[in-house]
């Protein structure tokens, strides 16, 4: 490929959750649909996952939890405010009602965050280059303050700010997904200065909210990226130094870095997967593998080599 105009990590989530979600990850990596994974390590097929990933040699990061299933950390006891009182996380929108109603403990989650990072690295070998939050709780307020600190304590260079061009005028959303959307925007632009203040990095845009299970399409993906492609990077939402590093110091056209969260992989078994609990609806429905499907599409395929996009991982930015 000529010098790429968009350098592209396209991510699955969630990998870790159950077998049928591992293979769908590696069946789509070596078919070229995504370039970088993100591991749940409280999830019940995550050392499974590990060794696959070590096996095919797939970029890794970290996917930290606070929302679903059972906490890492063994400091963490029964009447934790992260916890129910089956002594699982809150869920996703649990958490965010506990957070907002000031019953959320900060010291836990930092002890929480850190116990996944030191499992991670325990499982893999080494720490995570990125490191992102499992429906988006890593950007709520308070929260980001602490997730911020564990990443620069622990070297972790990038994250993932989930601010989406186009979400606005997306005409698909229904209107619950859509408000939902809207918050974790909200958030994730509170959250910038901090991230920056820290020295994290992200890719200079973000794709994924408007483009998840049954709204991925080979149209709908064209759609996302045009919006990225065609306006100016916005200054106010880039990483520190105002822009991304493959845009300084060089006399080549600007590369644009960017970031799509996906979701690939085949419906979950009724009973098997998930972080504790079992596996929720959406890891047991067909969205997955319309994913999947969607990903190794050799029309998308070909659509990034017309447009110049250049698959990698965040190691690579």
Not at 164 to 183: N, T
Not at 300 to 315: G, K, N, S
């Amino acid at each position: 490929m000529p010098q790429p105009k968009v350098k592209l990590v396209v991510t699955g989530d969630d990998f870790g959750y159950c077998p049928k979600r591992n293979q769908g990850i590696v069946d789509c990596f070596q078919a070229g649909g995504i370039s970088n994974v993100s591991l749940l390590v409280n999830a019940s097929s995550a050392k499974e996952a590990t060794e696959l990933a070590k096996r095919h040699h797939i970029p890794i990061g970290l996917h930290a939890n606070l929302s679903e299933g059972l906490p890492v950390s063994q400091g963490l006891k029964r009447g934790s405010t992260l916890l129910n009182k089956d002594g699982f996380f809150h869920g996703k929108m649990g958490f965010r009602k506990a957070l907002q109603s000031g019953r959320v403990n900060m010291t836990e989650v930092e002890l929480e965050l850190r116990a996944q990072v030191r499992l991670f690295g325990e499982l893999m070998g080494h720490l995570p280059c990125h490191m992102d939050g499992h429906q988006h709780i890593h950007v709520l307020p308070e929260v980001c303050e602490v997730f911020a600190q564990v990443l620069s304590d622990c070297g972790i260079s990038y994250t993932r700010v989930p601010v989406e061009r186009g979400l606005h005028s997306c005409p698909w959303l229904s209107p619950v997904l859509r408000d939902f959307y809207m918050q974790v925007e909200k958030d994730a632009l509170e959250s910038i200065p901090v991230f920056r203040r820290h020295g994290i990095r992200w890719p200079d845009v973000y794709l994924g909210l408007t483009t998840m299970g049954h709204n991925m399409s080979v149209p709908n993906l064209r759609r996302a990226f045009s919006h990225a492609l065609e306006l100016d990077l916005d200054v106010s939402l880039s990483p520190p130094g105002g822009e991304s590093k493959n845009r300084k110091n060089t006399t080549e056209s600007p590369v644009l870095t960017a970031e799509l969260m996906v979701h690939p992989g085949y419906p979950s078994h009724p009973q098997e997967g998930g972080c504790g609990e079992g596996p929720d609806d959406f890891s047991q429905s067909a969205d997955r593998q319309q994913e999947l499907t969607t990903l190794k599409d050799p029309a998308l395929l070909a659509f990034y080599t017309q447009e110049r996009v250049q698959l990698c991982a965040f190691r690579d930015l």
